[in-house]
């Protein structure tokens, strides 16, 4: 039962408008005089109406609509009183006449009209079926009937196939869901498919006919529906679209509701359903685009009732294969539906394609369908599912509806393990009400996990996206769920306290789909389902966790620096934790005490200890296997896996994948800050008192001789130096690992092979946290670029910008880098300084750190100084040959410790760590300097912005040939003088820079101005470029250069760098500055809702900036939701609602608690119902407060009572209520330790109020 590694792979635009800073009595932002009852208003412009503008920062009248005064950007939203979702079917809230020029309908949902005639746009259902849910993925786009693609697990087991988001948008309409309608009215008899492409309206004024249906999509966060309005044929057709909650199979469930809207009866068939079904067989996906024919040899239909046909089994007779070994194909995909008048019949099941379409075999026409009298001949008919892909379509004959009457058709398509399996699904999806019930509980699923950041501000679109945001930062994360609880004590505990409370993170998965169709995602259909991560994804997006849930304590740190190996670098791919019983006692005792030990049952309680002992599991494993054996388990879910994890241990799992990043240590402190935050006496525990150990990847990294490479220039006239192929598989390494090899599972035991060993073979070595942070520090350190300035890109991959990927072949460094660990040595030489306690390091560390010491002691003495006004692109011979003897003396330690550590140790003291730490940060602030001499450079960039660099390349001016050859037989060379080159402005280089002066708001406010004078900022979005042009850079430099400017990383908006951007203005204090891009439409949801192009609730990867070359594509958003911009939201978010340290220590050493909010006054809200804004400070009968969610549990009130801008200042009083009721007065702007630590350990608080 050992786990099995997943294996890793890696509309027009505003015009410009001034730029107005925000002054502390920022108006209301929304459009002056314009109640437009519930719509947003048309952009001016768009309809003749002059040109655009901004309605963010105009002072203007309040919207009050229903019982809230709603702020919006140039649009208003219905709002249903703050009562939450209400307990209504979709379809009750879907009117085209009221929904016409909404954003939001009543549920919260994203309204887009006339979907399939704006610009296309691809999403998806998030994969969330509860924690004893079995998910599948679904993708969808604004054409045709919106569902594009669906599965489960990965894109190779597709019930409709996968396709990449340029093909969906062509094929969905004719491949995707369809519906035909043969209906008679009057005598009269047309066939109708709803939502027809050819019936499709204009959205160009000239040319829309008013006759044609209208359609609109809604997006919610658990469910997708389109909506058709027809006067024409006199019927609407409404689909919705959600995952089946909460059960142990996994089905997507459609329902589709025809109406009658006329006014006279009418008699219907109906066909609908999938034209194609793929079948069950394996991993199909490379077979279906390459040997499609060839595989439908394989394909077949089944039936789980032969004589009705109602419950048709897609799959292969055996999985396709050449081999000797042939795999029967039992496992298939099944459809079954029911309408709701009658929920105990099954409806028949279409599955012979040919005849529904006849002839065409484009799917354009139901031909087929057109030439019957009725749908009952051809379900009556002989139909054929051999060697060919099959149509799903369900059957509806002869239905009449009178006037306002309508049809529901409840339709269910997923996997069974066996076709056994289809009829026991089809008795428990049937029953009266059973789809509304599952549809409320699909949305209360998505409530009850958003409940976390329930937040109430004067504006409800800014409190829709926090829920949203938290939703996809923990799809690309992981949620954190607190298991081991088997008592009630162990619930005022946290995970560094009790090892019997662990932590497990939920429904994660690479940001795979159909934009981002590089990524093979994993969505395992299982209860506690998640999936592997990139490791910096999973790494950003859990950087909140410890602030929104304490009880996560340091787990997450200790993860991550589990995976820090010997030579510092990490693994590609992060896959959730596996947990582990080494005691067959407690395996004994857990298996007793769940299956309940007596006689009858003696065989579960032996086959639960022998899975408990097996091997390493996931919870969702874990109830696989019991399912599959039967063992009969007589405790509930929730009380059976809290005991089984309460015994466990865990151990941390991951992939290397392809090559090593730069950028993944950095986001390390991140977590630590926000863990001192909530702990900040947990410091020297958390640093000194642990034992971690070092991940082992079965690659290295070349020295210098193996990888600097003499070859041809991009021209061919010449030849230059490049570091190429910088990583190598290491079959020692591989050896290594299989000295852990388990015959008997034919698996790696993660315990052991993932983990650099002792060549005494006496176990691994671990370390400290400190010291993992030191070995960091000295190996970012030694790593240095020739000049002293950025940090190498050495590794084989650039940093967070990964489409710099070919920065590494130019012998690149970055500035980003440097700047991170500037941070970093000041934060380990303070925890050092701090706990005066010796630091116990690998011996082989030590002489790195000597040789490093040495060589900086030997270029101090050649009395070298720089030369500032006139630094020379010629790296000067001192600093070449300081960063030559550092850099070999790296190497040397990589080779020392490449395959194991020789478990010798040394003790550093607390003197010599602060010592060394201090001359390296010297040397690291002068590199900083030079860096800003040298600059930037480029197209329209005359190098004078003062804004920081972002990366440089080295030019290796001289060399000698060593002997070597590459694998391609180059030859390979050591070189002996460099010279330095520059790049044009990015992003990223300000923004990191920006931590390095965080308590400077001076300085940071220079830089901002600074970047608001440069090609960074597009000043007709009002928004920040990834970088400046980079028009006549080298193609040498990576992917970006090979994309149109404007798109993708080359010189795009892209929202991860700038909400980094927009978080660094409000961490330093830039309130004004950071509100002022918040509400000019630099965030959600305060972008432009017809631009922007999808739901405002949802981050985009990038947006097509103002550089693009088609003006309508500018501020439009592409490849959806699961980005790092959400992590950066939610830090953002904190900042406002609680400030940056909830906790701190006192003087005397005494736990304190403290709000320091910045929240402006526009963003509060009465208790009257109305929002607040400048005008209205001086009624003392308003009371102006905003509530949120502290720890998931604690209801925050802060009352604004003075009426103003609350910008990082502390309460002038609180007011707790305890959870017996018990309310206790304090003043002053802080919480001393005797409610403080009760605050932390959330249960024996239920309110905090705090009054500005």
């Excluded at 072949?809 to 000041?826: A, D, N, R």
């Excluded at 290796?956 to 460099?978: F, I, R, Y």
């Excluded at 009002?1022 to 990383?1049: C, H, N, V």
């Amino acid at each position: 039962q050992i786990i099995n590694n997943y294996q890793g792979i890696s509309s027009p635009s505003p015009d410009s408008v001034e730029h107005t800073k925000m002054s502390t009595s920022l108006p209301s932002y929304q459009q002056e005089g314009r109640n437009t009852g519930g719509a947003y208003a048309p952009i001016p412009g768009e309809n003749g109406e002059g040109t655009k503008s901004n309605f963010f920062c105009r002072k203007s009248s309040l919207l009050v609509l229903g019982s809230v005064a709603v702020l919006a950007a140039g649009f208003s939203y219905v709002y249903n009183g703050g009562k939450g979702i209400p307990s209504q079917n979709a379809e009750e809230v879907s009117n085209a006449a009221e929904l016409t020029g909404k954003l939001f309908d009543s549920l919260d949902r994203y309204v887009l009209e006339d979907y399939d005639a704006k610009p296309t746009f691809s999403n998806f259902l998030p994969g969330v079926a509860g924690l004893y849910g079995k998910p599948m993925w679904t993708f969808y786009v604004n054409r045709g009937q919106g569902f594009a693609s669906f599965g489960v697990d990965s894109k190779d087991y597709p019930i409709l196939e996968f396709n990449p988001a340029n093909k969906a948008y062509i094929s969905t309409a004719q491949r995707g869901f369809r519906t035909f309608i043969k209906a008679t009215r009057d005598g009269e008899t047309e066939t109708i498919e709803p939502f027809s492409p050819a019936t499709a309206r204009s959205l160009q004024d000239n040319l829309d006919d008013e006759s044609l249906p209208k359609r609109f999509m809604f997006v919610g966060t658990n469910e997708m529906e389109i909506l058709e309005t027809d006067e024409k044929t006199g019927l609407e057709t409404n689909v919705i679209y959600f995952l089946m909650p909460k059960e142990d199979f996994a089905a997507v469930v459609r329902r589709t509701k025809i109406t009658n809207t006329g006014d006279t009866p009418v008699t219907i068939d109906v066909l609908d359903g999938l034209p194609k079904i793929e079948p069950a067989g394996g991993g199909l996906d490379f077979m279906l685009k390459n040997m499609g024919r060839t595989l439908e040899g394989w394909m077949g239909v089944y039936h789980a009732d032969e004589k009705e046909k109602t419950m048709p089994f897609y799959r292969l007779s055996t999985q396709p294969s050449d081999s000797a070994s042939v795999k029967i194909q039992e496992a298939g995909h099944y459809v079954l539906a029911y309408t709701d008048d009658k929920p105990n019949d099954l409806l028949p099941i279409v599955y012979d394609s040919s005849k529904v379409f006849g002839r065409d075999t484009t799917l354009s026409n139901p031909w087929g369908f057109e030439n019957v009298k009725s749908v009952d001949d051809i379900v009556n008919g002989k139909q054929y599912g051999a060697a060919t892909t099959s149509s799903a379509f369900v059957a509806i004959s002869k239905k009449t509806l009178a006037p306002g009457e309508s049809v529901t058709i409840n339709s269910f398509y997923g996997k069974a393990s066996k076709i056994s399996e289809v009829s026991t699904i089809a008795r428990i999806v049937r029953g009266e009400g059973w789809v509304d019930k599952k549809l409320q509980e699909a949305r209360s699923t998505m409530d009850d996990i958003t409940a976390a950041v329930t937040t109430t501000t004067g504006n409800h679109l800014f409190n829709g996206a926090i829920k949203q945001m938290y939703m996809d930062n923990g799809l690309r994360g992981g949620l954190p769920v607190i298991l081991g609880d088997v008592n009630d004590e162990l619930k005022l505990l946290n995970s560094d306290e009790d090892e019997r409370v662990k932590v497990f993170h939920v429904f994660s998965r690479i940001h795979g789909d159909l934009e981002r169709d590089y990524n093979s995602f994993h969505l395992k259909p299982a209860y506690f389902s998640q999936g592997p991560g990139n490791y910096r994804d999973v790494a950003q997006n859990r950087r909140n966790d410890v602030i929104l849930s304490p009880r996560v304590a340091g787990f997450d740190i200790k993860m991550f620096l589990s995976y820090v190996q010997a030579d510092g670098y990490e693994p590609l791919t992060v896959e959730a934790i596996a947990f582990y019983l080494k005691d067959k006692e407690k395996c004994r005792y857990i298996a007793e005490t769940a299956t309940g030990n007596t006689t009858n049952v003696m065989s579960s309680t032996n086959q639960l200890h022998d899975i408990l002992c097996g091997g390493t599991f996931r919870p969702g494993q874990l109830f696989e296997l019991i399912e599959q054996l039967g063992v009969n388990v007589v405790m509930g879910n929730d009380k059976f896996i809290n005991l089984v994890l309460s015994e466990a241990q865990y151990t941390v799992m991951g992939v290397y994948g392809t090559g090593f990043w730069a950028d993944h240590w950095e986001y390390y402190l991140d977590m630590i800050e926000a863990y001192l935050s909530i702990y900040p006496d947990g410091e020297e525990q958390l640093m000194y008192d642990n034992e971690l150990r070092y991940f082992y990847s079965t690659a290295h990294v070349k020295p210098r001789s193996e990888k600097y490479i003499l070859t041809y220039t991009f021209d061919g006239k010449s030849k230059h130096v490049q570091q190429l192929d910088a990583t190598a598989w290491d079959e020692e390494k591989i050896e290594q690992k299989t000295k852990f090899f388990d015959t008997a599972t034919g698996l790696f035991d993660p315990l052991q092979a993932d983990w650099q060993h002792q060549l005494s073979d006496s176990g691994v070595l671990t370390s400290s946290p400190i010291a993992k942070l030191f070995l960091l520090v000295t190996t970012k350190y030694t790593m240095r670029d020739a000049y002293g300035m950025g940090v190498e890109y050495e590794g084989g991959r650039p940093g967070w910008n990964d489409a710099m990927n070919g920065l590494v072949g130019m012998v690149g460094s970055g500035m980003p880098e440097t700047y991170e660990l500037l941070v970093l040595l000041k934060y380990v030489k303070k925890v050092v300084s701090t706990y005066d306690r010796p630091l116990v390091i690998p011996a082989e560390l030590l002489n790195l750190v000597q040789t490093a010491n040495a060589a900086l002691a030997d270029l101090l003495a050649s009395g070298y100084t720089d030369n500032f006004g006139s630094l020379s692109s010629a790296v000067p011979q001192p600093l070449f040959t300081y960063w030559d003897t550092c850099a070999t003396a790296r190497e040397e330690y990589r080779a020392s410790v490449r395959l194991a550590f020789s478990g010798d140790t040394e003790e550093l003291s607390a003197d010599f760590v602060v010592e060394t730490l201090s001359a390296w940060i010297k040397q690291v602030d002068q590199g900083i300097k030079r860096a800003f001499e040298l600059g930037t450079g480029g197209d329209g960039n005359d190098g004078t912005s003062g804004v920081s660099p972002c990366y440089f390349s080295f030019d290796v001016t001289e060399w000698k040939l060593n002997g070597g050859h590459s694998a391609m037989g180059l030859p390979t060379v050591d070189a002996t003088s460099m010279a330095v080159g520059i790049f044009p402005l990015f992003l990223e280089g300000p923004v990191r820079y920006m931590k390095t002066i965080a308590d400077d708001t001076e300085t940071q406010l220079e830089v901002y101005n600074k970047v608001m004078n440069t090609g960074l900022r597009d000043e007709p979005l009002k928004m920040y470029t990834l970088s400046d042009s980079l028009i006549g850079q080298s193609y040498d430099m990576g992917r970006m250069m090979a994309f149109s400017p404007g798109w993708l990383e080359n010189q795009s908006v892209w929202l991860h760098m700038s909400y980094k951007y927009y978080l660094q203005l409000i961490r330093g204090g830039l309130y004004e500055e950071f509100f002022s891009e918040m509400v000019n439409g630099g965030m959600l949801p305060f972008m432009e809702p017809v631009t922007y192009g999808r739901s405002l609730m949802e981050c985009s990867s990038f947006l097509a900036s103002s550089a693009f070359v088609d003006p309508s594509m500018h501020g439009r958003g592409f490849l959806p939701r699961l980005s790092g911009s959400t992590a950066e939201f939610l830090s953002m978010y904190i900042l406002m609602m609680m400030g940056p340290k909830l906790f701190f220590l006192d003087d005397d050493g005494g736990l304190n608690f403290q709000l320091k909010p910045a929240l402006p006054l526009w963003l509060f809200e009465s208790d009257t119902g109305d929002a607040s804004d400048e005008s209205s400070s001086s009624d003392d009968s308003s009371e102006l407060s905003i509530t949120y969610k502290l720890f998931s549990a604690i209801d925050v009130t802060v009352h604004n009572t003075a009426k103003k801008n609350i910008f990082g200042i502390a309460p002038n009083s609180y007011n707790l209520v305890l959870a017996d009721g018990t309310e206790v007065s304090i003043e002053g702007g802080s919480i001393g330790s005797e409610y403080a630590d009760s605050i932390r350990r959330i249960l024996p608080v239920k309110a905090i109020h705090a009054y500005f």
